[in-house]
């Protein structure tokens, strides 16, 4: 195997695990980033947010000396292939903002030898990468080859995912860029997609976007279900037998979060706008889903009447299990939207300590608890905003016994009706039927 050196600007989530990954592949990986303290930080072993096995992994390849951590560019450096993996956050109008990508491109264009890749794994409008390619030739280095190789980490797993891609998708503009993202990516056994970097860059967007819309689709069908009676995770059983359906992204519950899904679907759907075109049915994906994660406080208020006073619990922060990212997280909406209603609400999560929220126009910072006996006790109803499994695993006979009311929102799905009704909670959930009427007590 041929060793690369690579430079990986941006030691984010994707930045950070695609450095390691490739160290792990053999290569010497050059992990830039501006953020002093991020950087200190992973010197010393320490990794900035929660993602399994990625600890373990830093400390294996910083031991074997394949992974360095610097806060400017090594200039000139020997890497024949630099990876631009900075954030992209949405502007207010839910566009990307390139800054980032602009600022490391033209550290690139001084830093790198003749003739070397900048591979853009950041998530760009379509067309960045050929624009790119013209910011490049406009600092004097038409030499350098841009090329869009998008990627398709999910949080919890993201290790597994760069090791067993599903497929990788090399945007490329010549042959020797094709080449030598082959090179890089030696070792990993999956379906290799060649294209234009404009169709590479639109297979991330339109990935997420599908993804995206399974789920709301199956939230509609859950709402529909709890209107007619009928159970919507035999319903997405069902369906995702059919290989052409496939089961995957076809829970219902309180809808998606996260960096990914809630930015990409809104980017799309501006990007489609610029282009001249109304791209309804994503648009339609993105309303779904802020209405699904409110779905909640309909429900409590359809049963209690008002919620004011009411001290309601949110079990999960965290946008899914497997992270502390709180990210476009139902949780915060949730919040913010019971507090409106007038309710106390408290929060629980195993791994997030505290979250920041917009309550009454103000930032604020709001404390999380790690101890779902403590919240629960004496609460009027509690959600499962986040299916950890430590909430499944709760002992419920126990938490009927010693909340207010033993209503549970379960919001994800996860629980089992029989087995609630014998610990003696009332259980809604996300179409299932299960419209119990609450015992206020
Ligand atoms: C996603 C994509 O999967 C990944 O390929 C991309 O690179 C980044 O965005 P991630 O955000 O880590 O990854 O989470 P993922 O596991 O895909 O879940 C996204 C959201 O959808 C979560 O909020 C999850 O709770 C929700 N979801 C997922 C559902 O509501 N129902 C499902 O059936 C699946």
Known sequence: MVTINVVVVGAGYVGLVTGLCFAKLGHSVACVDVDESKIKALRQGQVPFYEPGLVELLGE?????????????????????????????????????????????????????????????????????????????????????????????????????????????????DEATEQMLRTVHEGLDAPVVVTDTATAEMIKYASNAFLATKISFINEIANICDRVGADVTQVAYGMGLDPRIGPSYLRAGLGYGGSCFP????????????????????????????????????????????LAGRVITLLGVAFKPGTDDVRESPAIDLYVALMAEGAVVRMCDPVVRRVRGWISGASKILDVCNDPYLVLAGADAAVVVTEWPEFVALDWRRVARFMRCPVVFDGRNVLKPDEMKMAGVVLLSVGRGCRSPIPLR
């Open 263 to 306: 930015k990409d679907t809104r980017a799309l759907v501006n990007i489609a706008g610029e282009a001249g075109y109304d791209f309804q049915l994503l648009r339609a994906v993105v309303e779904v889903n802020q209405r699904q994660r409110l779905e909640p406080v309909r429900r409590l208020k359809e049963s209690f009447g008002t």
């Open 61 to 173: 390849q910083v031991q074997e000396g394949r992974i360095s951590f610097h806060t400017t560019f090594p200039e000139p450096t020997d890497a024949a292939m630099a990876v631009v993996a900075v954030g992209t956050p949405p502007t207010p109008t839910g566009s990307a903002d390139l800054t980032s990508v602009f600022m490391a491109v033209d550290g690139l264009a001084r830093a790198l030898p003749h003739g070397a890749v900048v591979a853009i794994k950041s998530t760009v409008p379509v067309g960045t990468a050929s624009k790119l390619k013209e910011r490049l030739a406009a600092q004097g280095r038409p030499d350098l080859r841009v090329a869009s190789v998008p990627e398709f980490l999910r949080e919890g797993q993201a290790i597994q995912d760069v090791f067993r891609p599903y497929r990788m998708i090399f945007g490329v503009m």
